[in-house]
């Protein structure tokens, strides 16, 4: 597929994110791939499926699906107006709008430590984004903020959005392989106005290990294409546009 993420190889092949880490290393060291952003690349000239069947990943946010990802994150952003208090989730679509929300009057809470120091670099204008970051433990691997004291954290403030990731989306709702994230994720439902999921295409037909929320908790499912499958209850889809 040419390249691939350490959170989608932890998930696939339901392995810790130091064991991916570990093979990721070794296919770098055979010169199969290369390390990127959030995870490993095809190099290029290399075939497709190297000997062996080796998965050629990508490393710390470069992922899959960028273009749609990208589209996804820029109709997400044109929901937000000046002034409003955002939670952003972690992942690699919510880590877009890192770069339109950088220059905008806005204040955003996020547990990702990679959204805030994105939003950090771009932003330019004097009075461009805040950024609260939640604090709590770090998950290994994730650049992500979990645990007691990041749900805690969450819950004393209040948004009029919450913009969440998502593993997997299935008629029911939506899903993620660990319970500290999730908590975190249920937290920024609770303490927002509106939730809007931000999930591509290819999310639909997982159902992760933890149901993380059912679609009757969310405003608006922001994707790439329509669902391939009917959801048990009428949520707002807005398919964003190339």
């Not at 002034?83 to 972690?90: E, K, N, P, R």
């Not at 430590?113 to 805040?130: C, F, H, N, S, V």
């Not at 922001?222 to 398919?239: F, N, S």
Request: hydrophobic share 40%; proline share 5%; charged share 25%.
């Amino acid at each position: 597929q040419g390249d691939v993420t350490l959170e989608e190889v932890c998930r696939s092949f339901e392995v810790s994110p130091p064991t991916a880490r570990r093979d990721f290393s070794e296919i770098v060291a055979r010169g199969s791939a290369e390390k990127v952003w959030g995870g490993i690349k095809r190099k290029a000239g290399t075939t497709k499926t190297p000997p062996g069947g080796d998965i050629i990943p990508s490393d710390l946010r470069e992922t899959l699906h960028s273009a749609e990802k990208a589209r996804i994150a820029r109709a997400a952003c044109a929901l937000i107006r000046d002034g409003d208090v955002l939670i952003i989730d972690g992942g690699t679509t919510t880590l877009g709008m890192a770069a339109e929300m950088a220059n905008r009057r806005v204040r955003i809470l996020t547990n990702s430590l990679l959204i805030a120091l994105q939003i950090d670099r771009l932003r330019t204008a004097k009075e461009g984004a805040e950024v609260f970051l939640t604090g709590g433990q770090l998950y290994s691997g994730s650049a992500l903020l979990v645990g007691p004291q990041t749900v805690e954290n969450i819950d004393s403030y209040h948004a009029r959005w919450a913009f969440l990731s998502a593993g997997g989306l299935d008629s029911d709702g939506t899903s993620n392989t660990n319970q500290l994230v999730v908590e975190c994720e249920r937290a920024m439902v609770r303490r927002a106005d509106q939730s809007v999921v931000l999930a591509d295409s290819s999310k639909w037909g997982r159902r992760d290990m933890v149901r993380a929320s059912l679609w009757s908790e969310v405003a608006m499912l922001i994707t790439d294409a329509p669902p391939p499958l009917p959801l048990a209850v009428k949520v707002r889809i807005h398919v964003a546009p190339n």
